[in-house]
């Protein structure tokens, strides 16, 4: 079992910023990526960011703005969020893909956390 503990979100206005937190427990061989995603109401969940080990990508919405990072424990990862706009307003979700001892992957899922941007 894994386990996925998002932390961070909240309420700010418009040009503010807002730091998310992820930490990934239980029984983890090995992970191979870590990422962001969101949903706002009445949309799909899309892709935000993720960082593994053959690189780091954005969405074209947050290139420039937020930035993603992992600790050297590879089992953390943070999104440092800038120049936040109302339509970043979404629930913000944790997803972790580990790879089992004979390669096989699996993907987890943290519980969400809101980030509103509004004045």
């Known amino acids: 079992q894994v386990q996925l503990v998002e932390s961070g979100g909240g309420l700010v206005q418009p040009g503010g910023s807002l730091t998310l937190s992820c930490a990934a427990s239980g029984s983890i061989f090995s992970i191979y990526a870590m990422g962001w995603y969101r949903q706002a109401p009445g949309k799909q969940r899309e892709l935000v960011a993720t960082?593994?080990?053959?690189?780091?990508e954005y969405a074209s919405s947050v290139m420039g703005r937020f930035t993603i990072s992992r600790d050297n424990t590879k089992n953390m990862v943070s999104l440092q969020m800038n120049s936040l706009k109302p339509e970043d307003t979404a629930v913000y979700y944790c997803?972790?893909?580990?790879?089992?001892?004979?390669?096989?992957?699996?993907?987890?899922w943290g519980q969400g956390t809101q980030v509103t941007v509004s004045s």
């Open positions: 960082i593994s080990r053959i690189g780091i």
């Open positions: 997803k972790t893909t580990t790879s089992a001892m004979y390669g096989r992957l699996s993907d987890y």
